[in-house]
C-alpha cells in the first residue's frame, strides 16, 4: 500500500491508474488525428503536443484521485461510479479551460479538447467497468492473518462480509490471551513453533494486530521477525480507516491519531483545498445566480421576514462564525428557545420544505466558503449551546473542530436524513461506545434518539455528528 494525498493505493491500483494514463493518451490522440483527418491536415500542422498532453491527463487524474476514484469506496456500484466520474469529468474540464484561458500557448483546438473528453470518458468508465467485474478476483486481495480473535476481529469479518471490494479475501485468526469470538479458522499463538513460519506457510501478505488488549499480550519480537521476512505490519485502526473510510472507535487510540501520516503533508493538502474551494465558489457563484434569485424571492413573498437566515455557528479551532442560509422556517420558530429541527418539522414553510430538500437553501453557504469560515466539504458546523453538551458526552466530538466545517460531508453523503442509530451502529460501527451516552442526554437536549442519524440532528436538520 502507498497513500497519496491520504489515500491508500495497492498494487492493483496502481496498475489501474497507469494503464488509464495511457487510456487518457490514446483518447486525446485518437480526437485529435480524427479533426486533422477530417480538416485535410496532418500532424506537423501542430506544436510540439507534449505540453497539452501532460495537462490533459494529469488534470484529470489528480482530480480522480481528490474524489476518491481510486479508492475502493468508489467501487461498491457501477452508479456509484458513473456519478462520481462524471464530476470528476466536469471539475477537470472546468479547471482546463481556467488554464488554457489563462495560457494560451498550452491550450488545445476546441473541437480536439472536446471529443477527447468525450472519448476519454468513455473510455474509462468501460475500463472501470472491466475492473469492476475482475475486482473480486483473489489474485487482486491480500491474505491476512489477524492477531486477535474477540470483538474486533469480529469487526474485520463483517467488513469483509459487506462488500466485495474490499482488499483482502483470506482471513486467519490468533488468539491472544483469553479473547473469545465468532470468528474461524483461530489458530493459538502457543501451538505454533514461531508466528514468521505460520504466516509464511500460510502466505500471508499483511498482519493486522486486533486484540482487546494489548499491554502484556503484543509479541512484539515476533512481529519483527514478520517484518523483517517483508509481512506488513498494520494497526487495526489504521486497517479499518483504510478498508472502510471511516475510524472505528471501538479500537481507536489516541496515538494512532498522534502518529497519523496525514499531519505530515498537511499545509501542501490545506492550500491546495483552499484553492479548489475560491475557484468552485467564483464558479458557482456565476452558476447558481438565476437560482438564487428565484428562491430569495419566492422566500421573501410567501412568509414574513428577513431572507437569509443567520446563526452563530462553531467552526475551526472553536472559533464562532454567522452562517448564512436561505430561510425555511417561520420567524417564531424557537420561539421557546433552541430546538433541534425534525424530521417534517411544522415550523417548517411550504417553500422551505422544497429548498431543503433540494438543497437550495444551503447556497448562500457559498459565501461562507469565500470567506474562509467554511470549506465545501467537512464537517457540519453546529451550534455552541448543543456543541458544549455533545463534547461532554461523545468520545473525540471537539477533535472535528480542528478542520474547517463544511457545506456537504461524510455523514450526509452516506446517510439520509432520518435515519436510526441502531442503523448507523450497524453499518459505520462508531457510535458502539457512546449510545449509553447518548441516551443519557438525549431528551436534555429534546433527542429523541431512536430517530435521529448517527446520534444527533444539527438544527437545520443536516445530520452532523459523525
Not at 513460519?197 to 515476533?222: C, H, S, W, Y
Not at 473510510?245 to 491546495?272: C, H, M, N, V
Request: aromatic content about 10%; overall charge positive.
Amino acid at each position: 500500500m502507498i497513500r497519496v494525498f491520504g489515500h491508500y493505493l495497492s498494487r492493483a491500483v496502481l496498475g489501474l491508474a497507469l494503464f488509464e494514463t495511457f487510456v487518457l493518451l490514446a483518447s486525446l490522440y485518437g480526437a485529435q488525428s480524427l479533426r486533422l483527418s477530417i480538416s485535410g491536415l496532418t500532424e506537423s500542422s501542430l506544436d510540439d503536443p507534449a505540453p497539452e498532453y501532460t495537462i490533459f491527463v494529469v488534470t484529470i487524474q489528480t482530480v480522480m484521485l481528490i474524489l476518491g476514484l481510486y479508492q475502493r469506496d468508489t467501487w461498491r456500484s457501477l452508479r456509484q461510479t458513473v456519478v462520481t466520474l462524471t464530476a470528476a469529468f466536469a471539475l477537470s474540464t472546468l479547471v482546463m479551460a481556467l488554464l488554457f484561458f489563462l495560457y494560451p500557448p498550452v491550450a488545445l483546438w476546441r473541437s480536439i479538447f472536446v471529443a477527447g473528453m468525450a472519448v476519454a470518458f468513455s473510455a474509462i468508465l468501460l475500463v472501470r467497468v472491466i475492473f469492476l467485474g475482475v475486482l473480486d478476483l483473489d489474485m487482486f486481495k491480500s491474505r491476512l492473518l489477524v492477531l486477535g480473535a474477540g470483538r474486533l476481529a469480529e469487526r474485520i469479518v463483517e467488513v469483509q462480509r459487506g462488500s466485495r471490494s474490499r482488499g483482502f479475501s483470506e482471513i486467519s485468526f490468533v488468539r491472544m490471551g483469553r479473547e473469545s469470538g465468532n470468528v474461524s479458522p483461530v489458530h493459538d499463538l502457543a501451538d505454533m513453533p514461531s508466528l514468521r513460519d505460520f504466516a509464511l506457510e500460510k502466505q500471508v501478505d499483511e498482519i493486522v494486530t486486533a486484540m482487546e488488549e494489548r499491554r502484556g499480550n503484543l509479541p512484539v519480537r515476533e512481529l519483527l521477525d514478520c517484518r523483517l521476512a517483508g509481512i506488513r505490519i498494520t494497526d487495526y485502526a489504521a486497517f479499518m480507516e483504510r478498508e472502510t473510510g471511516k475510524i472505528d472507535l471501538d479500537g481507536f487510540l489516541p496515538s494512532w491519531l498522534i502518529y497519523s501520516q496525514g499531519s505530515t503533508e498537511a499545509q501542501i493538502r490545506l492550500l491546495i483545498k483552499r484553492g479548489i474551494d475560491l475557484f468552485a465558489s467564483l464558479v458557482l457563484v456565476t452558476l447558481t445566480a438565476p437560482v438564487v434569485l428565484v428562491a430569495a424571492l419566492r422566500v421573501r413573498v410567501t412568509s414574513p421576514g428577513p431572507v437569509l437566515f443567520r446563526q452563530e455557528r462553531v467552526g475551526q479551532h472553536g472559533r464562532t462564525f454567522m452562517l448564512y442560509k436561505f430561510r425555511s422556517m417561520r420567524m417564531d420558530a424557537e420561539a421557546a428557545g433552541p430546538k433541534w429541527a425534525s424530521e417534517n418539522d411544522p415550523r417548517v414553510t411550504p417553500v422551505g420544505r422544497i429548498i431543503r430538500k433540494l438543497r437550495i437553501d444551503e447556497l448562500p453557504q457559498i459565501f461562507n466558503v469565500l470567506k474562509g469560515d467554511m470549506s465545501f466539504v467537512g464537517p457540519r458546523p453546529e451550534r455552541p449551546v448543543f456543541v458544549e453538551d455533545l463534547a461532554r458526552q461523545l468520545p473525540y466530538y471537539a477533535e472535528r473542530h480542528t478542520v474547517r466545517p463544511g457545506i456537504t460531508g461524510w455523514a450526509q453523503v452516506n446517510y439520509p436524513y432520518g435515519a436510526s442509530v441502531e442503523d448507523a451502529v450497524r453499518r459505520q460501527n462508531i457510535w458502539r461506545n457512546s449510545r449509553r451516552r447518548l441516551a443519557e442526554c438525549g431528551p436534555r437536549l429534546g433527542i429523541d434518539v431512536r430517530r435521529r442519524a448517527c446520534g444527533a440532528a444539527s438544527a437545520d436538520g443536516r445530520w452532523s455528528v459523525a
